[in-house]
């Protein structure tokens, strides 16, 4: 791409830069059931996955938030973590929340956030992989 990166009255002068990586938007996300911890609690894990070619920067300093609600109860768990600065193709990032029982299925509602842009996700256990996509309007 090219960037302006000064004028004069007779001149423009332009850099070229490379086209951007690959962003947040490129991610995947997955949900599944894993044993439970060392307190008895089942993890409704949530898989972000980089399919590649590219790596993904996460920094500055992105924000993992979801939301965890369990069939039949119905009951929510949420948490919010840091992910790591970049994820390299092929490389996944995953984030487990303690559920009470074990559930019959779960849904994982959340969003990723940092550098000024936001991208939700939704997925339900043992769904195909689901792409983030930005928030309208940020």
Request: proline share 14%; hydrophobic share 35%.
């Amino acid at each position: 791409t090219f960037r302006v990166e000064r004028s004069t009255a007779a001149h423009l002068v332009y850099r070229v830069t490379p086209a951007a990586p690959p962003g947040v938007d490129t991610l995947e996300a997955t949900a599944e059931l894993a044993p439970p911890d060392p307190e008895g609690r089942w993890q409704a894990c949530l898989t972000l996955w980089n399919p590649g070619p590219g790596f993904v920067a996460l920094y500055p300093l992105h924000t993992l938030r979801l939301s965890v609600e369990s069939d039949p109860t119905g009951a929510t768990e949420t948490a919010g973590r840091r992910l790591p600065l970049d994820l390299a193709p092929g490389a996944p990032h995953t984030e487990c929340v303690g559920l009470p029982v074990r559930p019959s299925g779960f849904h994982v509602r959340g969003e990723v956030d940092g550098a000024g842009h936001r991208h939700r996700f939704a997925v339900t256990d043992g769904s195909p992989p689901a792409p983030l996509t930005p928030e309208p309007g940020r």
